[in-house]
């Protein structure tokens, strides 16, 4: 992270990616060199505007990165990056005194500026300072709020606010000057073109959406929806697989410009994030922020906490909430069921798929669960369940199946499965809400219904003598196996409305319950009493929950994962953000050190929870200790500590 003194609100990268500028609303620009995150020499502040700071408007490279173009409200500038001094200024006053300039771009060439002043776009050459061609008139009855230029430099767009209210985007061919299009468009936020020319991206600061335009024909292709405010800043990489936004929400968003996902969401500032820009080789992006900081994000992985891998294709669609993805109990194996009724198996430590898919099923997988040991694998489509030998791959006993139920003659679903940890009970979940018992030991399996409505999930002990199942109306039932009937004393009130997850800890004492409010609750297992109190940190319902094998961490998820101190029931550092959407899996691996995060798109997350792994790594980014200056912004009222290596 990198600090600056008030408010950012533009941010840019030299093409070399050597050096990276920010600037702010006192009118300040700061230069950092991005490989030893060192500030540079900078340019002085813009001058005051009648006694008042000038916020900056505009802030970009020149394309072969020797000069810096930045903007106030009347005033453009140039610094000279290899001499460190001014290299000129232009008053737009001199031409037009209509209204102050509001956006800048630099063409590709560097050979022109386009100048949103008023109504107008004016042309001026960067280095002469003379107009190239006369003023545009962009917008009678209004203003321009921002103009970008497409790479090949032939067509400009332009956001116009007008007198009447709302807002304009007009397209001008610029060889002959004329409107090729316009649109009423609520956004007033960011423009940018994609490298190719292909696709224009504007968005709204007021909404939290991202409409893509294709601009030789018009046509509206897809509208990104995923920040909760407005979006004020957007940049294509460089390979034009990707769109980065910020917005007011403090987050940045990375989005899959072939399907239109949400590939990750970066959530560190906390304030309104307004900048942002790739490094050359796309494998770095910086974020600025009204926070007065820019984070500097590591989007290969190689210096991350968390390292990514795929694991495949996605899961089916057909499944309930992580229902079609299972871990061993070591954490090593990770089973995934699919559409088209395989069952993929990939081993976490190697990070490679196991033999080939497993064809089980001729419908969608439905629900999936490797046993403790990792030797047996349960699968179900919607109405039967196969208990497989991972060893010979091969069934073992005949298939199970949903029988119906109070002679109705419909079948319900199945949503989920768990394995005893000996191996010689599966119980399978419905969307009716009932828990089926089947003794696979005897032939043929015999069955009993142990809860008639109302599970959503449910997990058995360690020692496989308990099955907990989280219910409707929030409680989480623990019921004997052996006996077939309820604990006494054991119906927890885990939720006000459902309990969607139960965890063991190894030894089986401890009980956490996640549900609706976002609440996790500790629970002894032999007295059924609460251990308060609560975990409090989610903002949303939780629905996953796994212990580390030394049952000193609860890792929980609602779409961000919070590592918890099970002794001292306090979170530990921030939320671990996802990478991608929808309901994940969570395991530890074996030692503990590392957290598995399982997405339904194929991804897999492998974070580092060992804190002196934490503190090794980021001594490595930073190559060196916390200044004193540093540590008291950071660890203020702690005593200084050299914790790098020398």
Known sequence: MLQADSRLLHLAVSPDGRTLAAGDEAGRILLWDTATRRPLPAPPPLPKVDGDPDALNALAFSPDGRLLVTAGSFTIYRWDLAAQKAAGSFDILSITREAGLSSVAVSHDGRRLAVGAGGKVLWLDPKTWTQVASPLVAYANGWVSRVALSPDGTTLATMGNLDAGGSSLVLWDLASRRRIRSFDADADGALAFSPNGRTLALSSRRRGQILLIDPATGK????????????????????????????????????????????ETLRGHTAAATGVAFSPDDRTLYTASSDNSVIVWDLAGDRRLGNSFTAGRRVSSKSFGTSAQSFSNGGGLLARGHDDGTVTLVDLTRRTSVGAPLRAHRGAVRAVALSRDGKLLATADAHTAIVWDLGARSPVGR????????????????????????????????????????????????????????????????????????????????????????????????????????????????????????????????????????????????????????????????????????????????????????????????????????????????????????????????????????????????????????
């Open 399 to 646: 298939p199970v199946p949903v029988t119906e139920f109070g002679g109705l003659t419909s079948l319900p679903d199945i949503t989920h499965l768990a394995l005893s940890p000996d191996n010689r009970t599966l119980a399978i979940g419905d969307n009716w809400g009932r828990v089926t018992l089947w003794d696979l030991a005897s032939a043929p399996a015999k069955r009993w219904i142990l809860q008639a409505a109302g599970a959503n999930s449910f997990q058995f002990s360690p020692d496989g003598t308990v099955l907990a199942v989280a219910s409707h109306g929030g409680e989480v039932l623990l019921w004997d196996v052996a006996a077939r009937s309820l604990v006494p004393g054991r119906r927890l009130q885990a939720d006000r409305t459902q309990a969607f997850v139960v965890a063991f800890t190894p030894d089986g004492r401890t009980l956490a319950t996640g549900g609706h409010e976002g609440k996790v609750m500790l629970w002894d297992t032999r007295t059924g009493k609460r251990r308060d109190p609560p975990l409090t940190g989610h903002a949303s319902g939780v629905d996953s929950a796994a212990f580390s094998p030394d049952a000193r961490l609860l890792a929980t998820m609602d779409g961000e994962t919070v590592l918890w101190d099970v002794a001292s029931h306090k979170q530990i550092g921030t939320a671990l953000p996802r990478r991608s959407a929808g309901s994940h899996a969570l395991a530890f691996l074996p030692g503990g050190g590392q957290l598995t995060m399982a997405s339904p798109s194929g991804s897999v997350l492998v974070w580092d929870v060992d804190p002196a792994a934490w503190r090794a790594r980021a001594c490595a980014i930073a190559g060196r200790t916390l200044t004193r200056q540093e540590w008291g912004q950071f660890l203020p009222g702690r005593p200084y500590q050299h914790v790098c290596p020398a």
């Open 220 to 263: 509206h292709g897809r509208t990104l929806s995923g920040h909760t405010a407005g979006v004020g800043a957007l940049r294509f990489s460089h390979d034009g697989a990707i769109l980065a936004s910020t917005g007011q929400d403090g987050t940045a968003t990375m989005w899959d410009l072939a399907t239109g996902r949400d590939r």
